[in-house]
């Protein structure tokens, strides 16, 4: 069974960046693509970034020169790298297999939650 | 405002049949696989439907997919009481290159 687990969230001040991590088990994850999508509190979900099967990486304009992801191939693990966080980017934050226009999201880890607040 | 327009709220009774929009054009409905995700607070997504119409190992007939040129459609029938939920589609945006959501549509079964 795919399990998928993020980790890393917590609170922060603006201005300043947090590093998660998403671990994915029960499944090669190096031939497949990972996205991130987060929930702000009352709003619906968005779409922030994903990575290829190939390395290639996109990013939602609202997090662009912000946010980096990498993959860690040789522990199964995705990092997010989000630098210069904003108050709008308080938000819990999923960690998802797939790439959403292809196949789908699934499976679906638990979520860390980030807030940036002073 | 987001990019795929899906009504805010929908209800219906239980037992009854919901389709639930998302609207969208021709740089993401228009070209790319659309799939549909179930909210309930406090729970992540699940994904209810891929591939336009394609259900996941575990997900109930009950819900169905559809899409047509820049629109797609979410059925539910035999609505059931834990069916309350958010609903969203998602899908890619050729022009934006990167992944985009409805607004979501929250779902009222009475």
């Known amino acids: 069974e795919v399990q998928v687990v993020e980790s890393g969230g917590g609170l922060v001040q603006p201005g300043g960046s947090l590093r998660l991590s998403c671990a994915i088990s029960g499944f090669i994850f190096n031939n497949y693509a990972v996205t991130w999508v987060r929930q702000a509190p009352e709003k619906g979900l968005e779409w922030v970034l994903s990575?290829?099967?190939?390395?290639?990486?996109y990013y939602g304009e609202s997090v662009k020169g912000r946010f980096t992801i990498s993959r860690d191939k040789s522990k199964n693990t995705l990092h997010l790298q989000m630098n210069i966080l904003r108050v709008e980017d308080t938000a819990l934050y999923y960690c998802?297999?797939?790439?959403?226009?292809?196949?789908?999201?699934?499976?679906w880890g638990q979520g860390t939650l980030v807030a940036v607040s002073s | 405002q987001s990019v795929l327009t899906q009504p805010p709220s929908m209800s219906a009774a239980p037992g009854q049949k919901v389709t639930i929009s998302c609207s969208g054009s021709s740089s993401n409905i228009g070209s790319n696989y659309v799939s549909w995700y179930q909210k309930l607070p406090e729970t992540a997504p699940k994904l209810l439907i891929y591939e336009n119409n394609k259900r996941p190992s575990g997900i109930p007939d009950r819900f169905s997919g559809s899409k047509s040129a820049t629109s797609a459609t979410l059925g539910i029938t035999g609505l059931q009481t834990g069916d309350e939920a958010d609903y969203y589609c998602?899908?890619?945006?050729?022009?934006?290159?990167?992944?985009?959501f409805g607004g979501g549509t929250k779902l009222t079964v009475l």
């Open positions: 998602g899908t890619w945006d050729d022009s934006l290159s990167a992944g985009v």
């Open positions: 990575i290829s099967n190939t390395d290639v990486t």
């Open positions: 998802v297999l797939g790439g959403i226009g292809i196949h789908g999201l699934d499976p």
